[in-house]
C-alpha cells in the first residue's frame, strides 16, 4: 500500500498569504495523484486531479504541481473560505489511499 | 443537479450487519465507477471498495475483505456496501462516491454523497 504523507499536519496563515501544501508518496505514483478540501460536517470536495488539473468549478488561485513522489498544492492568496483540512489521494495502486490531511487554520 | 444520497447507517453491536445503500442522480450511473470512502471520528479518509460500472469488477480494502460487498443496481440508479461481521474499527462516515474519469474503478472522486455513519458498539 502506498503511503502519502503530508507534513504539517497544520499549517496557521493569515488571509491573503500564499499557502504552500506538500505531499510526498512512499513511492512513484506518476502523475495519478489528487487534492481534496474537507470543511467540517461536510464531505470531502475535489479540488486538482492528475496533480495539475483543477476540478470543474475550482477557482483558479488553487493549483497543483509535482510527479513521482513529490507534490504540492498551492493557494495563491488566501480567502476565509479556504481554512479547512486538505487531503492529497493516489489512484496509482489499489487501494487508493489518501494523506492523514493538512489543517489550514487563520492565525 | 448530480447528486449522491446515502442512507442505511446506524448503531450495530460487534459482529452485526447492516446494509449502506446509495442512490444516485444527474448522471448517467451505468457509465461510471463508484466506491466507498469512510471517515473514522476525527480521522482520515480510507477507500474500502469500489466496483466498475457494470458491476462485474469488485475490490475491496484488506481490513474489510470477506466481511463487506459492494454492488449496484443500475436499473435503480443505486449503489450498496452490505457490511458483515462489524467491528468497532469499522465505526466511521461511510460516503459513496463517483469516479471522475467513467469506468476506472482507481481514479479520482469528484462527486460525493453525504455520508451516513455506522456506529458499532457493545
Known amino acids: 500500500e502506498i503511503v502519502l504523507t503530508q507534513s504539517p499536519a497544520t499549517l496557521s496563515l493569515s488571509p491573503g498569504e500564499r499557502a504552500t501544501l506538500p505531499c510526498r508518496a512512499s513511492?512513484?505514483?506518476?502523475?495519478?495523484l489528487a487534492w481534496y478540501q474537507q470543511k467540517p460536517g461536510q464531505a470531502p470536495r475535489l479540488l486538482i486531479y492528475?496533480?495539475?488539473n483543477r476540478a470543474t468549478g475550482i477557482p483558479a488561485r488553487f493549483s497543483g504541481s509535482g510527479s513521482g513522489t513529490d507534490f504540492t498544492l498551492t493557494i495563491s492568496s488566501l480567502e476565509p473560505a479556504d481554512f479547512a483540512v486538505y487531503y492529497c489521494?493516489?489512484?496509482?495502486?489499489?487501494?487508493?489511499?489518501f494523506g492523514q490531511g493538512t489543517k489550514l487554520e487563520i492565525k | 443537479e448530480v447528486q449522491l444520497v446515502e442512507s442505511g447507517g446506524g448503531l450495530v453491536q460487534p459482529g452485526g450487519s447492516l446494509r449502506l445503500s446509495c442512490a444516485a442522480s444527474?448522471?448517467?450511473?451505468?457509465?461510471?465507477?463508484m466506491s466507498w470512502v469512510r471517515q473514522a471520528p476525527g480521522k482520515g479518509l480510507e477507500c474500502v471498495s469500489g466496483?466498475?460500472?457494470?458491476?462485474?469488477?469488485?475490490i475491496y480494502a484488506d481490513s474489510v475483505k470477506g466481511r463487506f460487498t459492494i454492488s449496484r443496481d443500475n436499473s435503480k440508479n443505486t449503489l450498496y456496501l452490505q457490511m458483515n461481521s462489524l467491528r468497532a474499527e469499522d465505526t466511521a462516515v461511510y460516503y459513496c462516491?463517483?469516479?471522475?474519469?467513467?469506468?476506472?474503478?482507481?481514479?479520482?472522486?469528484?462527486?460525493w454523497g453525504q455520508g451516513t455513519m455506522v456506529t458499532v458498539f457493545s
Open positions: 462516491a463517483k469516479s471522475r474519469m467513467g469506468n476506472i474503478i482507481r481514479d479520482a472522486f469528484d462527486i
Open positions: 444527474g448522471f448517467t450511473f451505468s457509465s461510471y465507477a
Open positions: 466496483i466498475s460500472g457494470s458491476g462485474g469488477s469488485t
Open positions: 513511492q512513484s505514483v506518476s502523475s495519478y
Open positions: 492528475d496533480a495539475s
Open positions: 489521494q493516489q489512484r496509482s495502486n489499489w487501494p487508493p489511499t
